[in-house]
């Protein structure tokens, strides 16, 4: 986001959804274009894997795309599965258990950048924010499991979300 503007979780979570409905049509056009590309037969790609042909750059732009759209497929899902209302409804109990550890360490990274009052609400510190108890836990680590993610007001006000 650009110019500090805020968003609540319902918006942010809107926009997700609209960005990972974009990743789709990104594909789809890479998809087409991967279509029309003249691709080496069996015998030509095993001779470029042997080294005894160039490899054209047809067959190199077709790895490429490959790849790409197998990024973006993996983004565009990551994405529509955060948001999915399943996800959004066991978060608390997904964090409790300590099943966020990749979430944790982005958090930690996005308050390392130096603007920790704009990110996540629930722990401005940037301490650890798993609950005592939990696999991941830091001494002192909080978070309020009686509102949860969804209900907290300073989450609902956060622009990061």
Known sequence: MSGGQRKT??????????VAGQL????????RLQAVLPAPSPEELTAMERGERPITAEA??????????SKLEDVENDLRLAVG????????????????????????????????????RFNPSCSSSFPAGSPQAGPGSTINTKTGPRKSPEMTSNPHL
Do not use: F, H, M, N
């Open 60 to 69: 190199y732009l077709l790895g490429v795309l490959q790849g790409a759209t």
């Open 85 to 120: 209302a399943k996800a959004l409804a066991r978060l608390e109990k997904d964090w409790q258990r300590g099943r966020l550890a990749d979430e944790r360490e982005w958090i930690q990274s996005r308050c390392a950048r130096g603007k920790p009052e704009e990110s996540l």
């Open 24 to 31: 789709r049509e990104t594909r789809t056009v890479l998809d």
């Open 9 to 18: 979780v319902e918006e942010a979570v809107r926009q997700i959804r609209r």
